[in-house]
């Protein structure tokens, strides 16, 4: 979903999966407009650009849409997630590989660098990559040099790179995480996308289009809210952001009885899903909010997350399964309300996991 209203057509050069271009996208908030008059500033330079924001305001949708507005549109615009990749698989996705070079190679395979040769590289997630990657990226970045894995020879492409983060990337700095010489090479034009609600004036607008795109998608005609529907949207603070909004809205026009959406339609909160269901005739024994916790989510006693131990390890634990309860032992989910990449959160349960078993 574009993180705002677009027209319905955009240059034959761009990509026809996501055709859109900057001109096509209008905002009355003042966040958005300042985070658009960057964005064209970027597209007619060939910089690097980061892109900052919460998870689901949209940076990948942006991101595209300066690829399209600048000199490379007609060039590929090759997307990549850095998030919970080990260092092998990321060396491989990026830079790609020559047969033989691990086992599985059967053929050379190009990596995401040599893909966007002449266009755009945008890497998602960028602050989940380890040291050993980030040094590999700022020398690609520099130079446009790389080496696919079990090669020799050095190759080399013409890429513009943009990246993204959720995380604060300062901070990240303050403590080695990540590398200052990568963030200044990646960070020619930083842009800041704001939250979705921090674009209050754009909210009415976003659903229209949203609640328009959900009924042609489900071939339901849909020609409105009522008014009980259209405030608790617009009252709602929107922590997935975009994302969020779009599961919402085509949530509420696949329960929608007729041509108007109610507010019965609305699920904002978890806990409105299984009335929703029983509503639809689901079974009556649904799980619901406050159930039992699935065996991986629930901490076994007499472990570092015993409430007794008041140590920041501790602490961290059971919040974290808290949260992870909260969400039924769904991870994704889970590292989306702890600020956590998935990565990371990965991570801290593996730790914890170890911590446990050992005598």
């Known amino acids: 979903m574009s993180p705002d209203r677009y027209a319905p057509h955009a240059a034959a ?52 849409a300066i690829h399209n507005t600048s000199a490379r549109a007609a060039r590929a615009f090759v997307s990549f997630n850095a998030a ?59 130079y446009g040099e790389f080496e696919r894995l079990g090669a020799e020879a050095l190759q080399v ?48 607008a976003l659903i229209a289009s949203e609640l328009a795109t959900a009924a042609s998608a489900q071939g339901k005609r849909i020609v409105g809210l009522e008014k009980a ?5 617009l009252a709602y603070h929107w922590p997935g952001n975009l994302r969020e909004l779009n599961r ?25 899903i299984p009335a929703a269901l029983a509503r639809y005739g689901a079974p009556a024994d649904l799980a619901p909010r406050d159930a039992a ?16 131990d008041l140590t920041l390890r501790a602490v961290e634990q059971r919040h974290i399964r808290e949260v992870l309860e909260r969400m039924h032992g769904n991870k994704r989910r889970a590292a989306r309300a702890l600020g956590l990449s998935r990565s990371t959160l990965d991570r801290k349960l593996a730790a914890e996991e170890r911590a446990n078993s050992s005598p």
């Open 13 to 64: 050069s761009r990509h026809p999966e996501w055709p859109h271009g900057l001109d096509d996208f209008r905002s009355a908030d003042a966040a958005m407009r300042t985070c658009l008059d960057m964005a064209r500033i970027a597209s007619r330079t060939d910089l690097p650009v980061l892109i900052l924001g919460e998870s689901g305001t949209g940076k990948t949708m942006l991101a595209r």
């Open 84 to 142: 919970a990749l080990s260092d092998t698989l990321l060396d491989s996705q990026l830079f790609g590989h020559e047969r033989g070079a691990f086992t599985g190679a059967t053929r050379r395979v190009k990596g995401k660098f040599e893909q966007a040769d002449g266009g755009t590289l945008f890497i998602d997630e960028i602050a989940d990559m380890s040291a050993a990657a980030q040094a590999k990226i700022l020398r690609a970045v520099e």
């Open 157 to 204: 492409a013409d890429v513009r790179l943009m990246s993204a983060t959720h995380l604060p990337l300062h901070r990240f700095m303050e403590t080695d995480h990540f590398r200052k010489d990568l963030f200044y090479r990646i960070s020619g034009i930083t842009i800041s996308l704001p939250a979705l609600r921090d674009r209050p004036h754009d909210l009415r």
């Open 229 to 233: 529907a259209l405030d608790r949207l």
């Open 248 to 272: 919402v809205l085509h949530s509420a026009v696949a329960m929608a009885d007729g041509e108007i959406v109610g507010p019965e339609a609305v699920l904002l909160e978890r806990s409105e």
């Open 293 to 308: 916790v699935p065996a991986h989510a629930a901490p076994s006693s007499g472990t570092a997350a015993d409430p007794a």
